[in-house]
């Protein structure tokens, strides 16, 4: 782990388009650690291993959660980068994103990928809340928006 200096920054935007992030306003931040490196898949698995963790991308989501979604549609999976095979315009993500079926930490490519080879690759498909638990896990904390 490395020790972030403290200080204060101006945090926040008067941009119409970014309503939430009104005002901009000084934030004091105190010092705090952080690790060097990601979370790797090696690490992850250790936690999910010792304590039977399921991600959020591994559970199929509850239809009262998304009640405009097809039942056809509540699937687990994640969304996964697919490079279009010409140039698309930056404005619509469906061009090089889309969900898949089992794609999770474990399956980062789609249910037919695994992890051997990418042990030391950062882990992904991984949720706020799945952050928080592996954290938790590891007697540490996500930092905070601020910091």
């Not at 200080?7 to 309503?19: H, L, N, T």
């Not at 690790?35 to 199929?60: H, I, P, R």
């Not at 095979?85 to 993500?93: C, I, K, R, T």
């Amino acid at each position: 782990m490395v020790w972030i200096l403290g200080g204060e920054f101006w945090m926040g935007s008067d941009a119409a388009r970014f309503p939430d992030a009104k005002p901009v306003h000084r934030v004091p931040v105190d010092g705090f650690w952080m690790d060097t490196t990601e979370v790797t898949n090696e690490q992850f698995a250790k936690f999910a291993d010792a304590t039977g963790y399921v991600t959020v991308s591994e559970k199929t989501p509850k239809a009262e959660d998304f009640l405009a979604v097809p039942p056809e549609n509540l699937v687990a999976g994640s969304v996964v980068f697919a490079p279009p095979p010409a140039h698309v315009p930056l404005d619509d993500h469906y061009q090089r994103w889309s969900y898949m079926k089992g794609a999770n930490w474990r399956h980062p490519e789609g249910p037919t990928s695994d992890l051997k080879g990418r042990e030391k690759y950062p882990v992904v498909h991984v949720a706020w809340q799945d952050a928080v638990a592996y954290a938790t896990w590891a007697d540490k904390r996500l930092p905070t928006e601020a910091e």
